[in-house]
């Protein structure tokens, strides 16, 4: 993260409007972030919370109906709107895989057919032996044994674990500078999750790719990312080191994501959950979109005024808490919320 | 593969038994051969002699017996007229065959270009065009839309072509028509913009009367054969003539039966393609397939048609076996010596349990064979399955 590393993406204000019949869905808010080559950018918030969107925004990816505004730029290539530009970047220089394996590789196609299509998209020139060896050395990669029988292979001979480990070679089988992992190992037993993520790990020293990891679990981001951008209800709430989202919280918000985590201090210590559900993105509650479920609410957190949301702090370390130097300056935030009644632990 | 197809023809074996078994009791009983003779004066002969072709004398087991061993080297005996059933049945399957083939292949063309393009297209003007006509068709009794055919697709037409030419009302309709649809071609892409696409549809409306009118001035003073038939399909003094006219002739009376038959199918096919493409289109692995950088083109053919496309296969095939004994109204409609045709004569007041019997049993064979062959395709089609 040394300043000098070379800047890939620099998205800036990017807002994504779905209107649908009931009113206009407010996917995504004025979201802004930057990622250099060989960063690990954790993106985390609830089911809902726009952090999907706002990948597939810079992918191109979003159906035609979506109205998406801002900039995203690839190493000063604007990607939104210019339709050309992400078409022939996508599965190029930026890859995505996403949640679900088991439904994400085509069923009617071998394992090698649907590697070779994602080379031969953008080498039409490659001979047909090249991209075999290639394919092969991308299954290998990503740790499939016997890669050889993989390619001749269907998706439905491979376990979960397996068709991702397949999806992410798929991705990475172009050399990409960025990967966008959309909650790679929500569908996936804790195990393989695991190696999921070690598969990651792996694949990022190798190719020196950028990622963007997104993910619910806050576990999965203290293990692998540098930099977190926290969401909600379709903004970023707030962004900084792994170390300063998980020990100088300066958002209710995140904090409560804390406490609802199992495990991560003490052994033993009651799950605070947040109360409440997310607001519905077509109506945002005035104010802090937070506002309603948060316990250190007060009048000035119901007041709207332009700016007064949007993220205040330093380059590495910014809120949109309004009352962050009270968060930041507690002991435990997470104490903020009120612990479960029962002495046990409830985990899934 | 190879494992799979002998597994399911082995399985259709004891299903064709069953079904011999089930059409020789329900013949059996469905009514009396001798009535008709019954009514008459100094029949003892003829009934005798009816008893005597159909052993209705013997035990049931021996008839079934009888009939089935026979069937099995292709004789079908002989109708109450005394007449060999085999030649009849031959015939008449080889007239519907033609009509039913006919009708399949246009809906299925159809059907699945215009599903495809209206789900990819959703909730365009396109697709709410598509789905208008689809359901017209659909909910249209086949018997009326015959009827409507005959009427305004053969005699006025073949009146029309006595002393043809388009009034007035004709050039406003088809110019209308031809604008509706250039427009519909030119604004097909979505970046198109509402004013382009009606300066697209005023062009193709004076285009089309343009055309229209040197048609007209075409046609004038002209007189054409009454070329449309609606009843058989052939005429009978077309028997003597070369190649040409007779398949000129063939066509004119093919051609209202097979719309009949391909319209209804067409409207089944094109909404269940929609449904099937709008489906794999909103699939993960389609989204994979653009993550890629895979053309939309190759998206939409490589990717969601072609698993669209199992089991719209499998409703085609399935569809195509039913059918086949199933356009009995259609064939009336139009007088057409098909399948149709004979089933109902061996229905007639004095049931014909032989006819009756090769009939159903014909019926059921191609049921059954279609069946097998929809289980192969979906297998060919489906690694899932052929893996098993």
Known sequence: ???????????????????????????????????????????????????????????????????????????????????????????????????????????????????????????????????????????????????????????????????????????????????????????????????????????????GAAIILITHDLGVIAGMAQRVLVMYGGAVVESGSVDDIFYRTSMPYTAGLLGSMPGIHAHGSRLRPIPGSPPSLIRMPPGCSFGPRCPMVTDACRLDAPGKFSLVGTQTHASACIRRDEVLAMDDARTMFAATHDTEVVRD | MLRLIIRRMLVAIPMLLVCSVLVFILVANAGDPLEALRGRPNSQQAIAQRTATLHLNEPIFQRYWLWFSKMLHGDFGIDNKGLRIGPQLWRAMGTTLQIVLLSTIIAVCLGIAVGVISAVRQYSFFDYSATFVSFLFYAMPVFWFAVLLKVFGAIEFNNWLENPGIGTAGFLVIGLLGAGFTSMLFGFKRTVTKRRRMIAGAAGFVGTIVVCFLVDRFLADRTYFRWIGTVNTTDPRFAHQGFWPRLGDHLGHLLLPVTTLAVISYAGYSRFTRASMLETLSADYVRTARAKGVSERAVIFKHAFRTALIPIVTVVALDFGAIFGGAIITETVFSIQGMGKLFREALQKDIDPNKAMAYLIVTAINVVVFNLIADIIYAKLDPRIRHE
């Open chain 1, 1 to 207: 993260m040394s300043a000098d590393s070379e800047l890939l993406l620099e998205v800036e204000h990017l807002t994504v409007d779905f209107p649908t019949d009931d009113g206009v869905v407010h996917a995504t808010r004025d979201i802004s972030y930057t990622l250099s080559r060989g960063d690990v950018l954790g993106v985390v918030g609830e089911s809902g919370s726009g952090k999907s969107v706002s990948s597939l925004a810079v992918m191109g990816l979003l159906p035609p109906t979506a109205r998406v505004s801002g900039s995203a730029k690839f190493c000063g290539q604007e990607l939104l709107g210019s339709h050309g530009a992400v078409k022939s970047l996508r599965g190029n220089k930026l890859a995505m895989i996403f949640q679900d394996p088991m439904t994400a590789l085509n069923p009617v196609y071998t394992v090698g057919v649907q590697l070779r299509e994602a080379l031969r998209v953008h080498n039409r020139e490659m001979p047909k032996r090249e991209m075999t060896e290639r394919s092969i050395d991308a299954l290998e990669l990503v740790g499939i044994p016997n890669p050889k029988d993989g390619l001749d292979s269907f998706p439905h001979e491979f376990s979960g674990g397996m068709r991702q480990r397949a999806m992410i070679a798929m991705a990475m089988i172009n050399d990409p500078d960025i990967l966008i992992a959309d909650e790679p190992t929500t569908a996936l037993d804790v195990t393989v999750q695991a190696q999921i993520l070690e598969t990651l790990e792996r694949v990022q020293a190798r190719t």
